[in-house]
């Protein structure tokens, strides 16, 4: 049996996939089958239809929170988060969102496209136009050599402190600026394709969530690799922190998290790049269920 939305605590959430870029060591999915008794893992994913008939026929006054968080990564199902988002915020409800961050790898143009293309025939909804792009979807920012280390050599942008994540990265996606203090480290979330995605995604986010939680996990990109084992290597923690900047000051909330058996040391560090994001750090208790 699928269970798709279930009550823990005061809070219901809402599990719409299994799919995952990462494989965390600290995953409740590798110990348990589910979380309160619950078996999240899913034969069918819900269509948002589904979801929407069984939230109408519940009392939603009962719960505080509607929580996107499952026995998966929610970003994988943006449309139907979207959807039911914004179907419990026309209620009056508050929403969150709990993901890994990864949005720019995983959701894809064609996905925007379609959720704004409805925005557009619908005037009354969210508009999510990037005012840094044409129409045609060229970056006007990219032309300024004074905002990217486009082309250019790597010392180039070592030089200037700009990460050029193509010249700059190993294979798997490791910055080897981040290596030398002296550049006072990579800031290769500032890809701008990726930032590009960022921004078109939290501009549709903001009208369906208020709460968004990011799995930081770790200070650096090999740490996080070797936690979290990211199915797009070393690019998943800088598309995370990039999600993160983003969504910081444009969602109402944004809160980073570690589990609090990293030690002291890199829950310093975490909370100094919470710092630098804009976003709040949360010690979350290891759990294996
Ligand atoms: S991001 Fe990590 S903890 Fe979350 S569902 Fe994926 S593997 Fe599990």
Redesign the pocket.
């Known amino acids: 049996m699928n269970t798709y939305l279930y009550g823990y605590q005061d809070k219901l959430y809402i599990n719409l996939t299994n799919l ?5 060591d ?5 110990t348990a089958d589910g979380v309160g008794g619950h078996n999240l893992w899913l034969e069918n994913e819900p269509s948002a239809e589904e979801i929407i008939a069984e939230l109408r026929g519940m009392n939603l006054d009962k719960y505080a929170e509607f929580v996107f968080c ?4 929610p970003l994988y199902a943006f449309e139907k988060l979207i959807e039911i988002g914004r179907f419990l915020k026309g209620k009056g409800k508050k929403t969150r969102l ?3 961050g990864q949005a720019s790898l995983i959701i894809g143009r064609e996905v925007l496209d379609r959720i704004e293309k409805k925005a557009d025939k619908n005037p009354g909804s969210v508009k999510t136009r990037n005012e840094n792009h044409t129409k045609d979807g060229v970056c006007t920012l990219q032309k300024n050599p004074e905002n990217y280390a486009e082309s250019g050599s790597a010392k180039d942008s070592e030089e200037k402190g700009i990460c050029n994540p193509y010249e700059n990265h190993t294979k798997d996606g490791v910055c080897n600026l981040r290596k030398n203090p002296e550049t006072g480290g990579c800031r290769s979330y500032e890809n701008p394709e990726r930032k590009d995605i960022c921004k078109r995604v939290v501009g549709i986010l903001r009208g369906a969530v208020d709460t968004v939680g990011i ?1 930081l ?1 770790a200070s650096n990109a090999e740490r996080y690799n070797e936690i ?1 084992r990211c199915a797009f290597g070393g690019e998943g923690f800088y598309a995370m922190l990039e999600f993160a900047k983003e969504c910081a000051g444009k969602v109402k909330r944004v809160i980073l998290s570690v589990v609090d058996t990293i030690g002291e040391d890199e829950i310093e560090k975490c909370k100094r790049l919470a710092g630098e994001v804009g976003a709040e750090l949360r010690i979350r208790k290891y759990s294996a269920v």
């Open positions: 995952c870029s990462n494989n965390c600290f995953c409740v999915r590798n499952g026995f998966g990564e709990n993901t890994n799995s996990n979290c």
